[in-house]
């Protein structure tokens, strides 16, 4: 099988490279710069430079799949979510559609996330593929504009699109200030009633995707790929603690602090060319009592589920962390 891979030197991608080689695939990736291939050393990896990748679809060999991974999760404004994943999937989806191209993709997987679709809507009952989409983010909206991009594709190139929740793991950089805290002897979370949040272990999540590229079931669907059961994050927080061995103190971060923070995060941005991670958008994320998405449709079409129990995931994590100088 040969496939493109945008996004292979991510969290997210690098992974799925490493999956998608170890199974014998021949792997495609454009970078926009060959200083970030720390990830990418396998040899069965061919890199291309992301500024000849039209020239590349209209005159190589084609490919059997393509994995869009690539996205921005963090950007200074809407238009800058928009160009790194609206615009982009669109410009994508146009070279691979284009008559000039000698064989189209059999599937072309979109990883979207849980945040096009939005929290849940009465705090408690998990969403569904079935619901209407409400994201409450700029970076939510622009993953749903995605998605509607791709599915306009869909008479053209058979379309897939996986909806992940919170993902941690090796490489991951968002949830690793959990790790951090557990080192300094500190749980934080968000002061006031439990916040439940579904989650995935990165392994299982490429998993899932390579399974939903390769099942004629899902084309043409969407799916979200996720643990069965949600955490409660300031549990998630202490399950992070006890795993790596270290007795730590519960602290309930007040409103008006994480706010103050937030508004700190967001000057920070303005003046910024690396947008932080919290900041407004994403303590109103923060905000909602539950982030909660059901994978019963994957299970049953599908027949995926993960398989990595959490306390094992956490440790495989936090050992790469450690390992790796990160925590």
């Avoid at 200083?35 to 005159?59: C, F, G, M, Q, W």
């Avoid at 084309?219 to 955490?231: C, I, K, M, R």
């Avoid at 303590?283 to 027949?303: F, H």
Wanted: proline share 8%; charged share 20%; glycine share 6%.
């Amino acid at each position: 099988m040969r496939c493109l891979v945008t996004g292979g030197t991510g969290f997210i991608g690098s992974h799925l490279v490493e999956l998608l080689v170890a199974s014998g695939w021949e792997v495609v990736c454009p970078v926009r710069s060959t200083n970030a291939l720390r990830y990418l050393k396998d040899s069965a990896v061919e890199v291309i430079p992301t500024s000849a990748l039209p020239h590349y679809i209209r005159s190589g060999p084609g490919f059997d799949y393509v994995f869009h991974v690539a996205g921005a999760t963090r950007a200074r404004d809407y238009r800058a979510y928009q160009a790194a994943n609206v615009k982009y999937t669109w410009l994508l989806l146009d070279y691979l559609s284009s008559p000039r191209v000698s064989r189209r993709p059999e599937r072309f997987v979109l990883v979207s996330s849980q945040a096009a679709a939005g929290p849940c809507r009465d705090d408690s009952t998990p969403v569904t593929e079935a619901d209407e989409p409400r994201p409450i983010s700029l970076y939510g909206r622009s993953k749903l504009e995605a998605e509607v991009v791709a599915a306009s594709f869909r008479d053209r190139i058979p379309v897939t699109i996986v909806r992940p929740p919170t993902v941690f793991g090796p490489r991951d950089t968002d949830v690793l200030g959990v790790f951090k805290s557990a080192c300094f002897r500190i749980a934080a979370y968000l002061a006031g009633p439990d916040r439940r949040v579904s989650i995935i272990y990165v392994e299982d999540l490429v998993k899932g995707i390579l399974h939903a590229a390769l099942s004629p079931a899902a084309e043409g669907s969407t799916y979200f790929l996720a643990n069965p059961e949600p955490v409660i994050w300031r549990q998630f927080a202490l399950d992070v603690a006890n795993v790596m061995g270290c007795r730590v103190l519960p602290l309930p971060v007040p409103f008006p602090v994480a706010k103050v923070m937030a508004l700190c995060g967001d000057v920070i941005c303005r003046v910024s060319d690396s947008p932080p991670l919290f900041r407004s958008e994403k303590l109103d994320e923060m905000m909602q009592i539950a982030w909660v998405c059901s994978p019963e449709k994957a299970r049953r079409e599908l027949g995926w589920q993960t398989s990595t129990p959490l306390r094992d995931a956490i440790g495989k994590t936090a050992e790469w962390y450690r390992l790796n100088g990160w925590i």
